[in-house]
């Protein structure tokens, strides 16, 4: 029932710094956790960053080893948009970005199927 569109991607070179957004239509985000995946071409799915919701666990986040110190999740519910600062990024982190719900985090994939587009990240030279 949520739809969840990203955006924000593009190309970038090492050490530059990407804003993703994840803004949701025809529901809130509230009361729900939002997660961050990526994924590259050959590779699993991957959660960079998840963000609780106020009421689960104070609206705490969390992040991927991969990422960790470089990326902070964010959420503005005014706007029903969830951030995903990205600095200082590697080649590694070239990838289709997606977001998606959860009651707390970490969001399981698995409970979620209704994968927007995502938007593509390319840190390349």
């Known amino acids: 029932q949520v739809q969840l569109v990203e955006s924000g991607g593009g190309l970038v070179q090492p050490g530059r710094s990407l804003r993703l957004s994840c803004v949701a239509s025809g529901s809130t985000l509230d009361y729900y956790a939002i997660g961050w995946f990526r994924q590259a071409p050959g590779k699993e799915r991957e959660e960079v960053a998840c963000?609780?919701?106020?009421?689960?666990?104070?609206?705490?986040?969390s992040y991927a080893d991969s990422v960790k110190g470089r990326f902070t999740i964010s959420r503005d519910n005014v706007k029903s948009t969830v951030y995903l600062q990205m600095n200082s990024l590697k080649p590694e982190d070239t990838a289709v970005y997606y977001c998606?719900?959860?009651?707390?985090?970490?969001?399981?994939?698995?409970?979620?199927?209704?994968w927007g587009q995502g938007t593509q990240v390319t840190v390349s030279s």
């Open positions: 963000i609780n919701s106020r009421d689960g666990r104070d609206g705490s986040a």
């Open positions: 998606a719900t959860d009651l707390i985090c970490p969001v399981l994939p698995e409970m979620f199927d209704d």
